[in-house]
C-alpha cells in the first residue's frame, strides 16, 4: 500500500482536476469535456513526474515543489480567469471577444480548430495552412489536441492547460542550470523568478508558442551544465532535446539555442578536442536543419524574398527590421514626433532601447486611457521586467571585475543583452512582439538574475543596490513625464527629460565610483606600513 499511495494520490489529482477544469469551461457536455481534460492532464502529470525524477529527484528542497506547484496553479489560474472575462472587461478587437489575450494565438487557435474539425491530414503544411503559423509545429499540435482529445467541440483551455503544464517544468530546468553552476542559493531565486515572472506566466495562460521553446532552452541549458558536471551522456541528451523541442516550433529559436550552447561550450572550453568536435558535430548538424526548416518557413512569406539561405537571412534581418520599425512609427504619434527630431541613423538604435525597456512601467502607471483589466495587466508585466533589471544590470559588471575572464557568469550576462538587443532591433522595440520574444531566454536571464543575487549577498557589495536605486530614480524621472503627458500638469520636454536621466546616471555612477575608491584609500592607509615622522 505504500508504493501504491503515490500512484493513488496522483490518479486523485488528476481525475479532480480535470472535472474542475471540465466545470470551469462551460464548452459542451461536461463528461465529453472531463473526457479531454483528464487525457491533457495525465499527460502533464507524467511530463510533471519525469522532469521531477530526471532534474530533482529524492534529495530537492521541499520548497521547490511549492514553487512548481505555485508555477503551475498561477498559468492555469490566469488561463481560465482571461477566459472568463476577456470577453466583457477586454477591449472590443475579435480576440478579447474570443477570450484570447494575444492576437496570434487568436489567428492560430482557430486555424487549428478548423483543421481538426475537417478531413485534412494534421500535418497540412500548405501555404493556405501556414498563414497563421510559418512554421506549423503549434498549428499541428494545437490541431492534434483538438481532433483527438475534443473532436466535437472546441475547447481551447486543453491547450492552456498543456502549455500552462510544459512551461511549469522550465521552474525544475532552470533550478537545475543555477544549482550546479552557480550554487543552491542562486537556485532558489532563479528558480521564483521563473516560477513568478509575469510575461511567462501571461504567454503560458494563452495558446502561445513562447512557453515550449522557453523550456526548451531551459532543457537546454540544465543538459549544458550536467556537461560542465561531467555526466556527458544525461547532459548531452537533455541539451540536444531542449534544442529540438524548440526546433519543432520554432526552427528561428531552435538555431539561437544551439547557438548559445555550442558558444558557451567554446567560450569555457573545457572539453578535449575529441569531445568538444563531436558535440560541435552534433548542433551543427541541427543547427543546419533549423536553418532548412527556417529557409522554407520564409520562402513563401511574400514575393521578392532571396532563395539563398544567407541573403535570405540578411534580409530578414534587414527588410523585417525596417518594416517593424515603419509600424513602429506609423502606430505612435510620439515615435513620430521623435523620429522627426532626430537624424535618420538614430532611429534603429532609438527603437532598440525602446524594446529594452518595454514594458514601459511608467507609462503603465501613468496611463489613464486603457481597460482596467488591461491596464494592470501591463502594470504587473512591467513590474517583472523592471523588477529584473537592477540585477541584470549589475550581472555583467560584477563578472568583468570579480569573475574569470571565461567564466560562465560572464558569457550568460552578456548572452543575455545580447539576445535581448537583437530581439529589440529586429521588432524595432515593439511592444509586444520584443518582450514575448525576450520571455524566451527567461532560464538563462533568471540563472543570471539567481547569481547576481547570491554573489552581491556573498560578497556584501553595495552596487546590486545603486543599480536599483539607479532603475528606480530613472522610472521616477520618466513616470513625471507620462504623469504630465496623461494628465496635463506642467514638465520637462521629453529631450530634457532624457537629459536630466543621463545627467543622473553619469553623476551616480561617478559619486559611487569615487566613494569606493575613497574607501579604498582609507583601508590602505589603515592597514599600509607606519609612516616616517
Avoid: C
Avoid at 482557430?110 to 501556414?130: F, T
Avoid at 563531436?278 to 526548416?293: E, T
Amino acid at each position: 500500500m505504500k508504493r501504491l499511495r503515490p500512484w493513488l494520490l496522483a490518479a486523485t489529482a488528476i481525475t479532480l482536476s480535470a472535472f474542475l477544469f471540465a466545470v470551469l469551461d462551460r464548452r459542451g457536455d461536461l463528461f465529453s469535456g472531463v473526457a479531454g481534460y483528464l487525457a491533457v492532464s495525465a499527460i502533464g502529470g507524467s511530463m510533471l513526474w519525469g522532469a521531477w525524477r530526471f532534474e530533482a529527484g529524492k534529495d530537492a528542497p521541499r520548497w521547490l515543489a511549492i514553487a512548481l506547484a505555485g508555477s503551475l496553479a498561477l498559468r492555469l489560474g490566469m488561463g481560465f480567469f482571461l477566459d472568463a472575462t476577456l470577453a466583457s472587461s477586454g477591449n472590443d478587437s475579435p480576440q478579447h471577444r474570443g477570450g484570447y489575450f494575444y492576437p496570434d494565438a487568436f489567428v492560430r487557435d482557430l486555424q487549428a480548430w478548423e483543421l481538426a474539425s475537417s478531413d485534412r491530414p494534421l500535418v497540412d503544411l500548405s501555404e493556405q495552412a501556414q498563414r497563421s503559423d510559418q512554421y506549423g509545429g503549434m498549428l499541428v499540435l494545437s490541431a492534434s489536441v483538438y481532433r483527438l482529445l475534443s473532436p466535437g467541440v472546441h475547447r481551447p483551455l486543453l491547450m492552456v492547460v498543456l502549455g500552462a503544464t510544459v512551461s511549469s517544468l522550465a521552474v525544475l530546468f532552470t533550478w537545475g542550470l543555477a544549482r550546479r553552476a552557480f550554487g543552491p542559493r542562486a537556485a532558489s531565486v532563479a528558480a521564483w523568478t521563473v516560477a513568478l515572472f509575469p510575461d511567462a506566466i501571461l504567454l503560458a495562460a494563452s495558446e502561445m508558442r513562447e512557453p515550449f521553446v522557453g523550456t526548451g532552452l531551459a532543457l537546454a541549458l540544465s543538459g549544458y551544465a550536467r556537461v560542465r558536471d561531467g555526466s556527458l551522456r544525461a547532459g548531452f541528451g537533455a541539451a540536444l532535446a531542449g534544442a529540438v523541442l524548440a526546433l519543432v516550433l520554432s526552427p528561428p529559436f531552435g538555431l539561437l539555442i544551439l547557438l548559445f550552447i555550442g558558444l558557451a561550450w567554446l567560450w569555457e572550453g573545457r572539453a578535449d578536442a575529441k569531445r568538444t568536435a563531436w558535440a560541435l558535430g552534433a548542433i551543427g548538424a541541427l543547427a543546419l536543419l533549423a536553418l532548412v526548416l527556417t529557409v522554407r518557413a520564409w520562402v513563401p512569406m511574400q514575393e521578392g524574398v532571396p532563395r539563398a539561405p544567407l541573403q535570405m537571412i540578411g534580409w530578414w534581418l534587414s527588410e523585417g527590421a525596417r518594416f517593424e520599425l515603419y509600424k513602429l512609427e506609423q502606430g505612435s504619434g510620439w515615435v513620430q514626433t521623435v523620429f522627426q527630431q532626430t537624424p535618420l541613423w538614430a532611429h534603429f538604435p532609438l527603437a532598440t532601447l525602446n524594446g529594452l525597456v518595454q514594458p514601459f512601467l511608467p507609462a503603465a502607471l501613468a496611463d489613464r486611457d486603457a481597460l482596467p483589466l488591461l491596464r494592470l495587466l501591463v502594470i504587473w508585466r512591467a513590474l517583472g521586467w523592471f523588477g529584473m533589471l537592477p540585477f541584470l544590470l549589475f550581472a555583467p559588471f560584477a563578472a568583468v571585475r570579480w569573475s574569470p575572464r571565461r567564466s560562465l557568469q560572464l558569457y550568460m550576462a552578456v548572452m543575455v543583452w545580447a539576445t535581448a538587443i537583437f530581439i529589440s532591433y529586429r521588432y524595432a522595440g515593439d511592444q509586444w512582439d520584443s518582450p514575448r520574444y525576450r520571455t524566451v531566454f527567461l532560464a538563462a536571464q533568471a540563472g543570471v538574475v539567481g547569481w547576481a543575487w547570491a554573489f552581491a549577498e556573498e560578497r556584501r557589495t553595495p552596487w546590486l543596490r545603486r543599480s536599483a536605486v539607479l532603475v528606480g530614480t530613472e522610472t521616477l524621472i520618466f513616470l513625471h513625464w507620462d504623469v504630465g503627458r496623461y494628465y496635463h500638469i506642467p514638465r520637462l520636454s521629453l529631450w530634457w527629460t532624457l537629459a536630466l536621466g543621463v545627467a543622473f546616471a553619469v553623476i551616480f555612477l561617478a559619486g559611487s565610483t569615487a566613494i569606493d575608491a575613497a574607501r579604498v584609500a582609507a583601508d590602505r592607509s589603515l592597514t599600509g606600513p607606519p609612516r616616517e615622522v
